[in-house]
């Protein structure tokens, strides 16, 4: 990617927004055949008991939603609001299995044909009925949009019938499951038309946007025309973001909340006994990495970036940024995503030694380098402070420069930045996070890096239907990412749910939803 000059608001903030955004992915045939399961149908039998209708919970979360228009997703937290409020073709479950959504059934036709079957009974928000007009519609406006990376390979939407789309793939794809997991949040052409897609979502999910205030809550309510019998549970869910965890697990603590998204992590252990409180299993599904700026010194040189790659203590980070609640990471995936590998070039480390010697073949031995940082995200600024103090072990100096969120940003799209870290929430299948973030042609390439041997990589891994050989692709990939280390992954977040003793539902997803329409209050 070139560099960029002048670049316009809505270009920066959709590129942006893309290193925190989607809570998605998929992982194709390796993990259920396409069209099979069908989901639990309303008042399911859990460990809980029987779950009920009604009830209203206060969920909060780590960050303000700011667009609701899932064309143009940017941060997480908007897609935790908005993801109930719209509904996506395929689901994915805590066991990585692709369920059925609006999609009923999908089968693949041959390399570069899926057709796919739609639930004849799901109604927009407007009144409007869900059709494969929708969906020819919804794809169709991706490409102009940031989630528009995600379908480079989609040809043409076609409508079959009524309830009937067939997609036409301009190349053979493996992560097409996957990829209706990610971005296929349906949107109603009418809807969009009328009003402003980002302010006013409208879709056939189990909520309707009742209020919006900006920088204080969502209010959403139970949409009675949800094509899922008996679904969902609660007649309202509130979002509200409070970036303080302190202040987060004292309002579920005293009952003013329901759920809460992250507690101190050196408390963690304490408040697993504690009583009134109840956490969900924790799982590694939001990874963090370093991010270079290879378009220009020092970080051009990839001995640099190698060097530091041989300095990082993966432990010490987990202990020190994330007090235990993360695990040590060297690819995009950890278990239990089937993905994951264990490949790392650096197995050893780290090796100040080696470090010094590449430094030295680059010329670079008395470095001084600037790291871009955010000071109300608490862990990238810890992180900062852990690497600056590995580094100097090889006399690498580096200083700390702290930016609001948009000028963050901007140094990023800008390619000004020498180097920050970042998270990614879109992991489920790999590809989802190494080929727009890694491949050369990526409008995404935050790293700007130029690797024949990493596209090469990439494209036998994404352009391929072959489970087999996308399973035998994907090592490459972690390697060469690796050895070339444009990114370099630190640890993967382990995510766990706080919520009453009374709420239950909530699980932690391969895909980072916030699934409401499962959650449910204990009478």
Not at 47 to 53: D, M, P, Q, T, Y
Request: hydrophobic fraction near 40%.
């Amino acid at each position: 990617m070139t560099e960029e000059r002048g670049i316009d608001r809505r270009t920066l903030i959709q590129r942006a927004g893309a290193l925190g955004v989607l809570s998605s992915g998929g992982l194709s045939a390796l993990l259920a055949a396409c069209g099979g399961n069908d989901e639990e149908a309303g008042g399911a039998t859990t460990a809980a008991g029987k779950a009920v209708r009604g009830g209203r919970a206060v969920l909060a979360t780590v960050d303000k939603p700011v667009n609701m228009d899932p064309a143009d997703a940017q941060l997480y937290s908007s897609l935790q609001v908005y993801q109930n409020i719209f509904h996506k073709l395929v689901n994915v479950d805590a066991d990585f299995k692709f369920i059925p959504g609006l999609a009923s059934k999908w089968t693949q036709d041959d390399d570069t044909t899926w057709t796919l079957e739609l639930v004849d009974n799901a109604v927009f928000q407007n009144g409007e009925p869900f059709t494969a007009n929708d969906v020819k519609f919804s794809f169709d406006r991706l490409p102009e949009h940031a989630n528009g990376i995600f379908v480079q390979a989609w040809k043409e939407t076609e409508v079959v019938g009524p309830h009937t789309v067939r997609f036409h793939l301009s190349q053979p794809y493996g992560a097409v499951p996957a990829t209706l997991a990610a971005i296929g949040d349906m949107v109603n052409e009418k809807a969009v038309s009328s009003s402003d897609p980002k302010l006013h979502p409208v879709g056939c999910g189990p909520y309707r946007m009742a209020e919006w205030i900006k920088d204080d809550h969502v209010t959403l309510e139970r949409w009675d025309k949800f094509f899922k019998p008996d679904k969902p549970y609660l007649d309202e869910v509130v979002f509200r973001a409070i970036g303080d965890e302190s202040v987060r697990l004292t309002g579920l603590q005293t009952g003013e909340l329901d759920w809460i998204q992250r507690v101190p992590a050196q408390r963690v252990q304490e408040l697993e006994s504690a009583s009134g409180i109840t956490s969900s299993p924790g799982k590694p599904y939001l990874p963090d990495m370093v991010m270079f700026n290879c378009s220009k010194p020092p970080f051009n040189d990839p001995r640099v970036r190698q060097a530091i790659a041989w300095l990082i203590d993966r432990d010490e980070v987990v202990n020190l940024v994330w007090f235990g609640t993360a695990v040590a990471a060297t690819e995009a995936v950890s278990p239990p995503n089937p993905w994951h590998t264990g490949e790392n070039p650096y197995d050893g480390g780290p090796d100040v030694d080696r470090a010094k010697s590449l430094l030295r073949e680059a010329g670079q031995e008395n470095l001084q380098i600037t790291f871009a940082g955010q000071p109300q995200v608490a862990t990238q600024i810890r992180t900062a402070e852990v690497l600056r103090s590995q580094l100097a072990k090889a006399g690498i100096q580096m200083q700390i420069q702290n930016y609001e969120p948009a000028q963050w940003f901007e140094q990023l799209a800008t390619k000004k930045y020498d180097l920050t870290s970042t998270y990614w929430s879109a992991t489920l299948d790999p590809v989802h996070l190494y080929l727009p973030v890694c491949y050369s042609k990526s409008p995404w390439n935050f790293p700007a890096n130029q690797n024949a041997k990493i596209d090469s990589a990439l494209e036998k891994f994404a352009y391929s239907t072959d489970d087999a050989a996308r399973k035998a692709a994907y090592p490459d990939v972690v390697m060469a990412v690796a050895e070339d280390a444009p990114i370099i992954f630190l640890s993967n977040e382990i995510q766990r749910y706080w919520t009453q003793d009374s709420l239950h539902g909530s699980v932690p997803l391969p895909s980072l939803e916030i699934r409401a329409e499962d959650m449910w209050q204990e009478s």
